[in-house]
Nanobody, 124 residues
Framework: QVQLVESGGALVQAGGSLRLSCAAS????????MGWFRQAPGKEREFVAA????????YYADSVKGRFTISRDNAKNTMYLQMNSLKPEDTAVYYC?????????????????WGQGTQVTVSS
């Protein structure tokens, strides 16, 4: 198993930047594909970005492509989400997730492990 803890959420003005971190402990972090999802109030959880474990291939939702960058540092057991040019519609609780079966999938049901979430609020 792997345990995940997100950090870095904050209140930021539109156009600003934030970097979220997801620290992992437990089984070998490098063997897991990782993803970021978010959930805004009254909305379903949605895919944001994912990164595969082997080649580090990355995948993004259209809504964040060109603004967000997912990365991982296997030596530090940590995944990151650099968020630039933030918009009010990016406001949500952001969750990191891990799976060792499906690679960098965009489907939340294919992730086995989840963090507790970190709040990102973007003011207009």
């Amino acid at each position: 198993q792997v345990q995940l803890v997100e950090s870095g959420g904050a209140l930021v003005q539109a156009g600003g930047s934030l970097r979220l971190s997801c620290a992992a402990s437990g089984r070998t972090f490098s063997m897991y594909a990782m993803g970021w999802f978010r959930q805004a109030p009254g909305k379903e959880r949605e895919f944001v970005a994912a990164i595969s474990w082997r080649r580090g291939n990355t995948y993004y939702a259209d809504s964040v492509k060109g603004r967000f960058t997912i990365s991982r540092d296997n030596a530090k057991n940590t995944m990151y989400l650099q968020m630039n040019s933030l918009k009010p519609e990016d406001t949500a609780v952001y969750y990191c997730a891990a799976n060792d079966r499906f690679g960098g999938t965009t489907t939340d049901s294919e992730y086995d492990y989840w963090g507790q979430g970190t709040q990102v609020t973007v003011s207009s």
